[in-house]
């Protein structure tokens, strides 16, 4: 039973335009929610995070949106750059001593 | 150095034989854990461990995989018997504490082949 849901392996956008990189989950107890980049051959690097008591966070180029009732948070990236290129991991909580839940990630193609 | 450290970075073994990964987390961090991450596949958790408290193993596939952390820093993660299917990435993280608004930062992962 799979938690955390990104449901597009895959995405490819035009430099310049903006990627919006989704994710589901299914556990109502998550509570905090992360996204993580990850490049060939390098571990995953932390890129931005929402608490539940929050629907927006923004940082940057990177703004993450969570939609509790819909159990549903989304990514954007604007404007999209070719060192945006990469697969991304959404990744969920709940209070505690848990473990990160991770999805199977999306990989974006930022063409120029 | 700074961030998490995991050696080897590629390991290459025969099937059968029992492999160990190691991982230094970042210092004064209290919670580690291990991730893998096979061919196509998310990040599978493994195994987590925080500060003195009993680790939780929930992730370990089979009893052929085992890990222990001394002294609540540099982490062992040994699996035995290797077989074709344990060949993945395996990643290893470490976070300061397991309140809220902590992300966990990952080394660069060990890469093992069973051949």
């Known amino acids: 039973d799979q938690q955390v849901k990104q449901n597009s392996p895959s995405l490819s956008v035009q430099e310049g335009r903006i990627s919006i990189l989704n994710c589901d989950y299914t556990n109502s107890m998550f509570d905090y929610f992360l996204w993580y980049k990850k490049y060939p051959a390098e571990g995953p690097t932390f890129l931005i995070s929402?608490?539940?008591?929050?629907d927006k966070n923004e940082d940057g180029r990177f703004t993450v949106f969570l939609n509790k009732s819909a159990k549903h948070l989304s990514l954007h990236i604007v404007p999209s750059q070719p060192g945006d290129s990469a697969v991304y991991f959404c990744a969920a909580r709940t209070s505690g001593n848990t473990p990160l839940v991770f999805g199977k990630g999306t990989r974006l193609s930022v063409i120029a | 150095g700074a961030g998490v450290s995991q050696s080897p970075s590629n390991k290459v073994t025969e099937k059968g034989k029992d492999v160990e990964l190691r991982c230094d987390p970042i210092s004064g961090h209290t919670a580690l854990y291990w991730y893998r991450q096979s061919l196509g596949q998310g990040l599978e958790f493994l195994i987590y461990f925080q500060g003195n408290s009993a680790p939780d193993k929930s992730g370990l596939p089979s009893d052929r995989f085992s890990a222990e952390r001394t002294g609540g820093s540099v982490s062992t993660l040994t699996i035995q018997r290797t077989q074709q299917e344990d060949s993945a990435v395996y990643l290893c993280?470490?976070?300061?504490?397991?309140?809220?608004?902590?992300?966990?930062?990952f080394g660069q992962g060990t890469r093992l082949t069973v051949v």
């Open positions: 929402i608490s539940s008591i929050k």
């Open positions: 993280a470490s976070s300061s504490s397991t309140g809220m608004n902590t992300e966990a930062f």
